[in-house]
């Protein structure tokens, strides 16, 4: 399982504000993980999601998309993949082991 940081983002829109775009994307997001084929994290500056790394491709593709469904000419996508195949690894998994570091 790998886990990706991606950030999606629109140029061009009308206002500042980009909270519109990115709840659209979220609920790309929800749609795949019901369909349990990915989980994610949304946080203020990016989202976090976890699956096999094909599905990954697939909803980042779709994730890019979104914006131009809405009108917008350019759209700006950063992706950071962690894809660690010696373990299973997890979102959670990983804050886990940090706090098991920083308690000592």
Do not use: C, W
């Amino acid at each position: 399982m790998a886990i990706v940081d991606v950030t999606v983002i629109p140029l061009g829109t009308k206002t500042p504000s980009v909270s519109e775009y990115v709840a659209d994307i979220q609920q790309i997001l929800k749609n795949y993980e019901i369909q349990g084929k990915i989980n994610y994290q949304l946080t203020p500056m990016n989202t976090i999601i976890e699956g096999d790394l094909e599905t990954l491709f697939e909803v980042i593709k779709e994730i890019h998309e979104s914006p131009f469904n809405k009108g917008i000419q350019r759209v700006a996508t950063n992706i950071r993949i962690d894809d660690r195949r010696d373990k299973k690894t997890t979102m959670q998994g990983k804050l886990e082991s940090v706090q098991r570091h920083s308690r000592s």
